[in-house]
């Protein structure tokens, strides 16, 4: 019998962004695994898709400079009937918002293990809000919320030591993300793909993601101009959607826009390209980054957070990292990979090896490992849950 019981909190479950995807991962884990699990959201795809799972959708207001996203404002009463109601023995908390600190706040006061997930680089948003002078502010309520948690998965070990250097004192392991290699392979390249957008022998570049301020989208305008002017055949193809998409329509024409695909659409558009280009330095992880090199893309990314990490372990060097407020060295790291097909080949090699060490089962396997833990013992487990970087071919994390 499977008496694990998790509840979980997710910003949203409806968007197609890195920690949505994560968060459906982990339920997918935990229904194949038949433990009960419950999950509050201020928005969800439908239909529900689980068994073993249930769900309450919280009344919500939308987020006035991200209008697709919504902040829950359900009562700490109503949070506390579901939980009352569900009776967790372990809370998952996937978010930074109200919902999530009174679910903190009711996991310490009934003595429930709490974990959580870092997916939001508070500085780099709220610069890009233009609100950096509220980063002092955030990072005092960070620290009193996060030093709540018994355990803090952050996604690569650069994000681990930013967490500390807010001065967070809670337990934080490296918890990488995956990657599922039926969908993002490179046998998904497809010669009709290329034809439809008019590519024919010329090198495509594309950006996969959401198209708002955070995601440095900005650069990303400059850089499409320098390029052009130096290399007119490159065709770049943007794939998400966002605030600025109706705007980086108007100053790129050119761009070929594909809004939301599906996974298999994503596999096939990632594997028919030949370049990506990430200018975003918010990342946490770089969930996109890694789904591109599964597809044998080279990757040229800002030199900033999570995807940082990923190119310069992947390629073991920094050749293909620039400024992320330089849009002249991100041209011309496009310009030098679109006019050598030999360096395209090499560091498609690389990303293709580099990525097949992260896949979602063992990650998951590690990360219900850790919650029996905790929900059992409720206390620090003798070994860590790292699937870092580093160490992304070991699994060191010892069975309760």
Known sequence: MNDLRVAIMSFDMRSQD???????????????????????????????RYQFGTFDKLPSIPIPSYRPYRFTIASRRRIHQILNDFKPNIIHLSSFCRTAHIMAEYARTHHIPLIGIYHTRIHSYLRS???????????????RYWDKYDLLLAPTEIIRQEIRDFGVKSDIEVWGRGVEPSVFNPGKRSLAWRQRIGANENPVILYVGRIGREKNIQALVETHHLVRRRYPEAKWVVIGSGMLETKLKRQCPSIKFFGHISSRQLGEAY?????????????????????????????????AGGARELVRDAYGDESTLFPYNDPQAFADKLIWLANDREARQRLSEKSIIFSTNWR??????????????LAFSHRPAPATLEYSLATSSQVPLSQP
């Open 129 to 143: 809000s233009n609100l950096g002078w509220a980063i002092p502010i955030a990072e005092v309520f960070a620290r």
């Open 18 to 48: 890195g920690a949505t995807k994560t968060v459906y991962q982990i339920l997918d884990r935990l229904e194949a695994e038949k433990t009960h699990f419950h999950v509050m959201s201020a928005t969800f795809d439908h239909p529900w």
């Open 360 to 373: 979602w089962e063992a990650l998951t396997n590690q990360l219900l490992a850790r919650y029996r833990t």
């Open 271 to 303: 594997a028919s390209s030949d370049i990506f280009a990430f200018p975003s330095h918010s990342e946490t992880f770089g969930n996109v980054v890694l789904e591109a090199m599964a597809c044998g893309l080279p990757v040229i990314a800002a030199d």
